[in-house]
């Protein structure tokens, strides 16, 4: 009989998840060809900042206007460890966090990984050679929540003011010179 419960479940794997799963899982080629301008999106429903709590890697809570001093933007990339694109990731924004760094702007990172993982981000964050005061921590996904998270690797830029304006779902590639140019206007 070809309705048995194996067969049901690869058709609801192929009919419902799978279409999905394309929105997460992207090749890395096929993600670098998307120009970052292409995946900037306005945000409708501005994201106030100030009142905002996070909590860094010293497991310290701390709130986004202490991180935002002297009125710098914010690039504030959401990534995890069992997340291949933000992995790949993280060394490029490294990289344009160097390219930006005389245009008032501060990247941080915000971890989604569980508790349980905290070792894990630490040692990550060593090897990487990652500014420790940059990484933030949200293992019960508070702020994923806040800041409606359809998937990672996601990043927002916040202006001096303190309010989230855009969202880039996605890689975003260091060699996108259109990108560093519209973060340096």
Not at 39 to 55: G, M, N, V
Not at 57 to 64: A, I, M, R
Request: proline share 4%.
């Amino acid at each position: 009989m070809f309705f048995n419960k194996k067969n049901f479940k690869c058709i609801v794997f192929f009919f419902l998840i799978l279409p999905y799963s394309n929105y997460y899982i992207q090749p890395s080629e096929a993600s670098d060809a998307i120009s970052v301008i292409d995946k900037i999106k306005k945000e409708h429903k501005i994201i106030p900042l100030d009142s905002i709590s996070i909590t860094n890697l010293n497991l310290k809570k701390t709130n986004f206007k202490k991180i935002q001093s002297n009125q710098k933007k914010l690039i504030i990339n959401f990534w995890a460890l069992w997340c291949a694109p933000c992995i790949k990731e993280i060394p490029d924004l490294k990289i344009i966090s160097e390219q930006i760094k005389n245009f008032d702007y501060k990247v941080i990172y915000i971890n989604q990984d569980s508790k349980k993982d905290y070792e894990k981000v630490i040692k990550f964050v060593e090897k990487n050679n990652l500014n420790k005061e940059s990484i933030f921590l949200d293992p019960n996904k508070t702020l994923s929540k806040t800041f409606q998270l359809r998937g990672i690797p996601t990043t927002f830029i916040a202006d001096k003011f303190g309010n989230v304006n855009w969202r880039i779902e996605g890689i975003i590639n260091k060699k996108d010179k259109q990108f560093i140019d519209w973060l340096k206007n």
